[in-house]
Structure formats: structure tokens, C-alpha cells
């Protein structure tokens, strides 16, 4: 037989069940607030995700009397790195890094050279972007937030240098390292993901020219004074393309 | 007792045949334009003739147009309530209401250009104000706002006193958006075309003419299905307003040359410009087509045309030089070879770093250009039918107050 309690809610009852209630409330929010209380009671820090430093300005330095012309492995290098595969049309393709041949209008001297994105430290394309897409690191790299990009391409019109590329079609076998994607615009990053990564930090193109055996491209902190890249700069009068515009280019140029 | 000027207004009555065709026309040109976007955002920029020389291409010429011409729309409500031309009265609201569509209608094309259309909400909510272009999208959103809010104060009768300030603000707010419409070309340190100040007050100049040739257009149309719009007083001042613009378009047009010229790291974009390959679009589309034959129809006293011809022709071809002065900004500022290495040249690039870049634009952008124009109409109309913004008849009545 069932029996069906039919009394009126005990007042004592309910209010037992209520303290029940927020006890376990509290306990609950407890265990949720624990991993991240826990650390800071203990004295125990964890270990941030490594951050680019404004104690670094990592750049190039082309030697364009070792570069050679005919000879594009830096950009194989680059392309091959980050997955670019060209369709064959270069005014649509990516152009991350391109081979120029330059001649002195006036004493006739002929040149070759790599030119890519020269990672100015006041930046057109970072001033223009409205969205706060492009943008410079720390560390003086100018890259492009995938996420954020709109496609509007003012950074490609600003430019320079020509350095940036839209992307006209789907792209495919991308690398994880160096996301790309149709309708967004990409430019050379200096392989940040080297930058990073510590320990192999010379960029693809540099890596490439030294593969070669003709060593133009060479990387490193502009900032320290003790740094290869800054005693060579102050050895030899290194020249920053459109130095007009002063933009204070991370990329420099010896012999141009 | 006071007496105060009252005008009736009502909602746009179809009925004429000719209104079915323009409502079909544009239907149809929004299709077009819609199914283009679509597959442009689909297929990628690769269908259409841009590359990663000329990136702003012919959309950006239309979006452009509309943009600079919902500005200039704004006039008829300008000299209503800010200049107090009375007889500008009964097509403010019109003008208003023009305004805003032109806008909607470049806006469109402008987002829909975009190469990821699909975030615009990050354009919406992540600014960088050290662009101008993010400035802009301000001025453009600001400019839908007031112009809503000059509407309503026209339309109520008891913020009817508010018009005045509210058409100040709407008058202060274009200026500044053209001027910032300018400016996204003007500050391009990189490109010789366009580092200019002065396309700036080109582009007011140029938004005054585009903006007046679009508004009279409207007009005579809106006249024929309903004969309550023009008069000789209107038809009058438009026409020497159209004049002054056209003037003023011109001079700065020239001012702008001439300081080019007189500038040698200049010499190359104007040689480009003025005798290169756009030279037919600078001369014939924009000095003979958008100015000297417009001047020529609207002032030369042999020709026997009525106010109404003459305001018809000289603002169609207003708008097509109009739009040729846009093509050589945008797509002639591209299609010159950028000075990378000053005092050298450049013997061999894959990217053809040397050479002038062609451009040639795809059906595509033209069915986008037209439909976000065919949009500003449409949208135009159907506003018209639903709010009472046309005047009932010319008649000013004296009303009492009391």
C-alpha cells in the first residue's frame, strides 16, 4: 500500500534542504575556482607562453653583391617553407618574397636582390588597416592576424614595397605553421614560427641562400649591439629601401 | 494667431507603366549584383580582373560613385534648411531619403568586395583608429544615423523646429565624410597617384556634382509619375548650382595636375595619366564628357533645349565623367609602376615590378557595380512608397497654428 504523505511542508524540513542546497554550491565553486586558486596560494607560478620582446628587433641584412641574379632559392626556400604553391599566374599568385634586377641610372651598376615585406617599425600597412589585422610585434615583425583580416586590401595599397599579397583562390596544402587563406592578404613573416621555435632561427630564405653557398641574407638582432647583423650594419653603410619615407625598415640593404 | 508654412506630403502612387519597367530593371540588377557577390565570394578574387597590382578595382569605382553622390544627394535638403531656400522645401525629405539609399547602395558593393564579406561583424566591432578607413565606417554608419534623425525631425511636426540645427549637423557631417572618402586615397605615402591632400576637396567637389546629378535625375523621374516636384524656381537655381560644381570640380581637378607637375618624383604618374594609356579616360570621360559638355548644355544660350533637357544631359553626363575621374584615381593610381628604388630601374621582376599592370575588369564587377547602384534606386522607391516623403502638390498653404 502506498502511502502518500499529505502533511504541509515542514518549515524545519526546508529549510535543512536549502542549506544542503548552498553547501553544495559552495563546495561546487570551490573545485571549479581550485586549479586556478591553487597555484597562487601555493606560491607556485605557471610558466607563461613565450611572448615576443621589445629587447629584440630581428631583421635582414642583403648583401646585394653575393646575391646572385638568376638565382631564386631564397624564394623556393620561403615558398617551400610555408606551402605556397604557385598557379603559374604571378599577378595572382603570393608573392612572399620576389627577385628584382636593379640597374644605377647614373653609373650603370647592376644589382640583384630578394625583396620582401621590410618590416618597417612605423608600418603603412599597420597604420591603415582598419581592424587591427596587421599589426608589429614586439620584436619589430609585421604580420597578419588571419582571424581578423577582412580581405579589404588598403594594407596591399599601402605598401611600399609591394611586399603584400592577396589571396585570389582557395589554397591548399597548407603547413600549421603558416596558416593561409582565400580572400585575406599574407606577407612575409619573417618565419616567426623560427623566431619562436628558439634554436633554428635563421628564416628559410637566409637558410636557402646559404645552401647555395652565396650567403646574401643575413639574420638577426638589430638591437644587439654584439649580434653579427648589427656589426656588420656598423662596419658597412647599410640602405633602407625608400629611406625617404623614413619607416625605419628592419630589412637593410648593403652594396645597393 | 501665427501663421506657419505648411507643405502635405504622400507616399509615391504607381501607376505608370514607366514605374513597372524602372522597379523590374532594378529587381533584375540586384539578382545580377547578388548572384555576383555570391560568386566572387565563392570562387575568389580569381574571377574578377583585379590582381595583386590593381586590388581595388571597378566595384570600388561604383562603391566609390555612391558614396561620394549620397554626400552631394544631401544638397536639396541643405539648401532648405540651412541655406533657407524655400523653394528647396518640397524635395528635402527626397533628398534626404536619396541620400541615405546612394549610401546603402556603395556601402554594399563596398562590404560585399570585401575578400571575406562574411566578417564584417569584425569590421563593425574591432577598430584600428589610426585608419582612416576606420574613421570611415564611422562617418558612413553616423551619416545613416543623422540622416534618419533629419527625416524624422521633418516628419514630426513637433521637432519640426529642430530641423534647422539638425540639417547643420547632417551639412558639417557629409563634408567631413567626403573629406574622409578623400583621404583614404590621399594618404598613400607609397603610391605617387595618390599621395595628395587635394583629393580631399576634389572628392567634395566631386560629391557636389555626382550627388546634384543623381538627385536631379530622381527628380525629373519622380516628376513625370507625379507632376509635383519641379518649377522654374528650382529648375533654375539647379541649373547654376550645377554650373558652380562643376567649376569647382575642375579647378581642383587642374590644381591637383598642375602641383603633380611641378613635383619630378610626380612626372612619371602624370606622363601616365595625361598621355598614357588612361589618358582617354582623364580627358575625354572627365575634362570633355563630366565637364566641358556639361558647361556647354547648361550655359550655351543657342541650344534649344527647356531647363529640364538641360539639367537631364548635362547630369547624365556629369555622372559618367564622374565616373571616369574615379576609374583614373583608383584604377590609374594602381596601374602605374610603383617607385621602388628611386634613381634606378629595374631590369627583370617575375612580378613585373617594371612594367604598367593591365586591368580589365570581369562581368562579375560590373554586375556588382550595377546592382549596388540599382540597389540605391530600389531602395530609394520603396522608402518613397511607404513613407509620405513627395510633396501632394507645390502649393505652399498658410495654416494655423492655433
Not at chain 1, 628559410?204 to 648589427?230: K, M, N, R, W, Y
Not at chain 2, 532648405?80 to 527626397?94: D, M, N, Q, T, W
Not at chain 2, 540639417?167 to 583621404?183: C, D, M, P
Amino acid at each position: 500500500m502506498i502511502k502518500m504523505n499529505l502533511e504541509p511542508p515542514n518549515p524545519t524540513n526546508s529549510l535543512a534542504a536549502r542549506r544542503r542546497f548552498l553547501q553544495r554550491l559552495g563546495l561546487l565553486s570551490v573545485a571549479v575556482a581550485a586549479p586556478a586558486l591553487l597555484p597562487a596560494l601555493s606560491g607556485a607560478t605557471i610558466t607563461p607562453v613565450k611572448g615576443a620582446s621589445n629587447k629584440h628587433r630581428w631583421g635582414l641584412l642583403i648583401d646585394t653583391s653575393k646575391c646572385v641574379s638568376g638565382c631564386d632559392a631564397c624564394v623556393r626556400g620561403c615558398h617551400e617553407e610555408h606551402g605556397i604553391n604557385g598557379t603559374g599566374n604571378d599577378h595572382t599568385d603570393a608573392q612572399w618574397i620576389r627577385k628584382i634586377d636593379l640597374q644605377d641610372d647614373l653609373t650603370a651598376k647592376q644589382s640583384s636582390l630578394p625583396m620582401m615585406c621590410q618590416h618597417c617599425d612605423s608600418a603603412p600597412c599597420v597604420d591603415v588597416c582598419p581592424t587591427g589585422a596587421s599589426f608589429k610585434r614586439a620584436d619589430g615583425v609585421v604580420l597578419v592576424n588571419k582571424h581578423t583580416c577582412i580581405g579589404c586590401r588598403y594594407c596591399v595599397m599601402a605598401c611600399p614595397y609591394k611586399a603584400r599579397s592577396f589571396i585570389h583562390e582557395p589554397v591548399s596544402n597548407q603547413k600549421s605553421w603558416a596558416p593561409r587563406g582565400q580572400g585575406t592578404v599574407e606577407s612575409c613573416t619573417l618565419c616567426v614560427h623560427r623566431i619562436d621555435a628558439e634554436g633554428e632561427q635563421q628564416p628559410a630564405c637566409a637558410v636557402a641562400c646559404t645552401d647555395e653557398a652565396h650567403s646574401a641574407i643575413l639574420f638577426g638582432d638589430l638591437s644587439d649591439p654584439q649580434s653579427d647583423i648589427a656589426k656588420a650594419m656598423n662596419k658597412r653603410h647599410a640602405q633602407e629601401v625608400r629611406s625617404d619615407l623614413e619607416l625605419n625598415t628592419g630589412v637593410r640593404y648593403l652594396n645597393l | 494667431m501665427t501663421m506657419i508654412d505648411h507643405l502635405r506630403y504622400a507616399t509615391l502612387k504607381p501607376g505608370r507603366l514607366s514605374y513597372g519597367v524602372v522597379l523590374l530593371v532594378c529587381i533584375a540588377a540586384v539578382v545580377l549584383g547578388g548572384y555576383s557577390a555570391l560568386t566572387m565570394e565563392h570562387a575568389g578574387h580569381i574571377i574578377t580582373g583585379m590582381n595583386n597590382h590593381v586590388v581595388w578595382g571597378l566595384p570600388h569605382v561604383f562603391a566609390v560613385s555612391l558614396i561620394v553622390a549620397a554626400s552631394g544627394a544631401l544638397n536639396g535638403a541643405s539648401l532648405a534648411s540651412v541655406f533657407g531656400l524655400s523653394y528647396y522645401k518640397p524635395i528635402a525629405r527626397l533628398s534626404v531619403a536619396l541620400a541615405m539609399s546612394l549610401l546603402v547602395g556603395g556601402l554594399l558593393v563596398l562590404v560585399l568586395d570585401l575578400g571575406r564579406p562574411d566578417r564584417l561583424i569584425v569590421a563593425m566591432t574591432t577598430y584600428n583608429f589610426r585608419s582612416i578607413f576606420a574613421w570611415n565606417i564611422f562617418l558612413y554608419t553616423g551619416f545613416l544615423f543623422i540622416g534618419a534623425c533629419y527625416l524624422w525631425m521633418m516628419m514630426e511636426r513637433r521637432f519640426n523646429h529642430h530641423i534647422k540645427a539638425m540639417g547643420r549637423v547632417a551639412f558639417a557631417w557629409r563634408i567631413v565624410l567626403t573629406t574622409g572618402t578623400g583621404s583614404i586615397f590621399g594618404f598613400l605615402v607609397g603610391r605617387n597617384a595618390l599621395d595628395s591632400a587635394l583629393l580631399a576637396p576634389l572628392f567634395v567637389a566631386l560629391s557636389l556634382v555626382m550627388g546634384t546629378a543623381a538627385l536631379t535625375l530622381v527628380l525629373v523621374m519622380l516628376d513625370r509619375w507625379q507632376a509635383t516636384l519641379l518649377n522654374d524656381q528650382l529648375l533654375g537655381s539647379l541649373r547654376r548650382l550645377f554650373v558652380w560644381f562643376l567649376i569647382a570640380l575642375v579647378y581642383f581637378s587642374i590644381v591637383h595636375h598642375v602641383t603633380n607637375l611641378y613635383a619630378t618624383e610626380h612626372h612619371s604618374v602624370e606622363r601616365y595619366t595625361l598621355m598614357g594609356q588612361l589618358s582617354g579616360m582623364f580627358w575625354i570621360g572627365h575634362i570633355f564628357v563630366g565637364v566641358v559638355l556639361p558647361l556647354g548644355v547648361l550655359l550655351l544660350p543657342t541650344m534649344r533645349l527647356s531647363n529640364t533637357g538641360r539639367l537631364v544631359i548635362s547630369a547624365s553626363l556629369a555622372l559618367l565623367g564622374g565616373l571616369a575621374l574615379l576609374y583614373v584615381v583608383i584604377i590609374g593610381s594602381q596601374s602605374t609602376p610603383q617607385m621602388l628604388f628611386p634613381g634606378k630601374t629595374i631590369l627583370a621582376s617575375r612580378f613585373g615590378d617594371a612594367g604598367f599592370p593591365t586591368y580589365h575588369p570581369s562581368v562579375w564587377e560590373w554586375g556588382l557595380g550595377i546592382g549596388g547602384l540599382a540597389l540605391a534606386v530600389l531602395s530609394c522607391l520603396l522608402v518613397l512608397r511607404v513613407l509620405p516623403l513627395l510633396p501632394e502638390s507645390q502649393r505652399i498653404e498658410n495654416v494655423s497654428s492655433e
